[in-house]
């Protein structure tokens, strides 16, 4: 199956740094979401983005599928925003199962 | 809109007894997912539907687990009988028929097995 490798594992941030998160994956895909994990253990979208840029607010995220990793970017961080981010692929259009990367587990402090 | 919506949230059971996971997809979707979460293994996936009919159940761990999905706003996933080693968050996730669209989580069961 497909394998899926995030990192850093392990992320502490000054509130109001930046940050860049990365996924590598080993084989093509036509699915790729980004996931916030909050402290009570909500699973929430931040991107669909098998391929190219989108931008929601502080967050933006890129893919190359060509050579197979994605970026997720956190500019201006917010204590909010501590929690797991996980990425997640699969093969098959949307109706297909998500293979989860281990997470970056992101502390942002005061 | 209504997401996905599961229940029970948390969940507190013996070893041995019967345990059911019940899972309502967005309404308009027509795949549904059932993944857990545990500290050794992550977010993996035990089975999936496309249009009511099991697609994938190669992750379902053994025969006391099962799934069904008897209409097109109802899931559940059963344990019978339930270990100790089953203790994990259960999510449920959909999505729809047309593509370019992302997978939608619950916010999955907590099940803990004394």
């Known amino acids: 199956g497909i394998q899926v490798e995030q990192s850093p594992p392990d992320l502490i941030l000054q509130e109001g740094a930046n940050s860049t998160l990365r996924c590598n994956f080993s084989d093509s895909v036509n699915n790729l979401q980004w996931f916030h994990q909050n402290p009570w253990g909500q699973l929430i979208n931040l991107f669909y983005i098998p391929s190219g840029t989108k931008q929601n607010g502080r967050l933006s995220a890129t893919t190359v599928a060509t050579e197979r990793y994605s970026l997720l970017y956190i500019s201006s961080s917010q204590t909010t925003d501590s929690g797991v981010y996980f990425c997640?692929?699969?093969?098959?259009?949307?109706?297909?199962?998500?293979?989860f990367g281990t997470g970056t587990r992101l502390q942002v402090t005061l | 809109d209504a997401g996905v919506i599961q229940s029970p949230r948390h969940e507190v059971t013996e070893m041995g007894q019967e345990v059911t996971l019940r899972c309502k997809p967005i309404s308009g979707h027509n795949s549904l997912f059932w993944y857990r979460q545990t500290m050794m293994r992550g977010l993996e996936l035990l089975i999936y539907f496309n249009n009511n009919v099991p697609i994938d159940d190669s992750g379902m761990p053994e025969d006391r687990f099962s799934a069904k999905m008897p209409n097109a706003s109802f899931s559940t996933l059963k344990i019978q009988p339930s270990e100790p080693r089953d203790s994990a968050v259960y999510f449920c996730?959909?999505?729809?028929?047309?593509?370019?669209?992302?997978?939608?989580f619950g916010d999955g069961t907590r099940l803990s097995i004394l």
């Open positions: 996730a959909s999505s729809p028929p047309t593509s370019n669209q992302p997978q939608h």
């Open positions: 997640a692929v699969g093969r098959g259009g949307t109706a297909s199962k998500l293979t």
